[in-house]
T-cell receptor, first 114, second 114 residues
């Protein structure tokens, strides 16, 4: 089955700096890569996703890049703000052939220091 | 905004008791998922429904776990003869049957087995 590794497990940045979180996946058939943000006491919230036919996607201060050859994908947050502090999860799945389960990484706790 | 709703938010039970959780998905979503999340880990897939049909179950879902979605709307997850290892956050998510899976999660039910 799919295995997703996520690094780092914790990340502290100064307000206004950039944050980068990296993930690798094992199953070359995976074709969908979402990122979720989870705040304390809440469920994961989808913040951005990318499909395997796209190399990069951007939405305001967040961007995701995908390297299918290396089986890497990364989340980039620019101009970080205190409200970006949360746990971020990457995930991978193969959407097709009736299987739709997401495999998540272990998460990165991001702290933005004012 | 009628997001994914889960009830109860917290459940404390004694080992050996049965517990049942409820999930109400976003109204137009025909897919519903159950995930389990333990401290410091990403969510792990348990099972998913398309309308009322349970189409996939994880090996994590032992015989003590049963899920239903009787009319293709809300779902229940029952755990029989709870064990301390069942202590976790149980997350429900829903999505539309349209291509790639954008999952929207509820806030979860935190189960503590004493």
């Amino acid at each position: 089955g799919e295995n997703v590794e996520q690094h780092p497990s914790t990340l502290s940045v100064q307000e206004g700096d950039s944050a980068v979180i990296k993930c690798t996946y094992s199953d070359s058939a995976s074709n969908y890569f979402p990122w979720y943000k989870q705040e304390l006491g809440k469920g994961p919230q989808l913040i951005i996703d990318i499909r395997s036919n796209v190399g990069e996607k951007k939405d305001q201060r967040i961007a995701v890049t995908l390297n299918k050859t290396a089986k890497h994908f990364s989340l980039h947050i620019t101009e970080t703000q205190p409200e970006d502090s949360a746990v971020y999860f990457c995930a991978a799945s193969f959407s097709g052939a009736g299987s739709y389960q997401l495999t998540f990484g272990k998460g990165t706790k991001l702290s933005v220091i004012p | 905004d009628t997001g994914v709703s889960q009830d109860p938010r917290h459940k404390i039970t004694k080992r050996g008791q049965n517990v049942t959780f409820r999930c109400d998905p976003i109204s137009e979503h025909n897919r519903l998922y159950w995930y389990r999340q333990t401290l410091g880990q990403g969510p792990e897939f348990l099972t998913y429904f398309q309308n009322e049909a349970q189409l996939e179950k994880s090996r994590l879902l032992s015989d003590r776990f049963s899920a239903e979605r009787p009319k293709g709307s809300f779902s229940t997850l029952e755990i029989q003869r709870t064990e301390q290892g069942d202590s976790a956050m149980y997350l429900c998510a829903s999505s539309l049957l349209v291509g790639y899976e954008k999952l929207f999660f509820g806030s979860g039910t935190q189960l503590s087995v004493l």
